[in-house]
């Protein structure tokens, strides 16, 4: 089982709380995370990635264990604690402005 933390509108536009789990088969990465983050959550599709690209929204950031991984590989195999659920997927609206 994957853990996944969800910011806050898009857990409004699933009707979720705050940490949903998912259960992979398979590698563990960014791209098989949210395959089935939206396939489970149709309504999140094209809310965290571009419908055609699949390519990360602008604004979303995707962490696991404190580190950064939004420049990753959506392909690379995300940490181990993440992918035995022991740490979450985290997936944080980034804020602009100035």
Not at 34 to 45: G, N, S, V
Not at 48 to 64: K, N, V, W
Not at 82 to 94: C, D, L, T
Request: net charge negative; hydrophobic share 40%.
């Amino acid at each position: 089982m994957v853990r996944v933390i969800l910011p806050f509108h898009l857990r409004n536009l699933a009707n979720v709380g705050s940490e949903l789990t998912l259960e992979l088969k398979g590698p563990v990465t960014q791209r098989s995370i949210l395959d089935e983050l939206e396939a489970k959550y149709p309504m999140l599709r094209g809310a965290i990635r571009d419908h055609i690209t699949q390519q990360r929204r602008p604004f979303l950031r995707f962490f696991a264990c404190e580190e950064d991984l939004s420049h990753d590989s959506p392909d690379a195999p995300v940490p181990e604690r993440v992918a035995s659920g022991k740490e979450p997927f985290v997936i944080i609206g980034a804020i602009a402005g100035g």
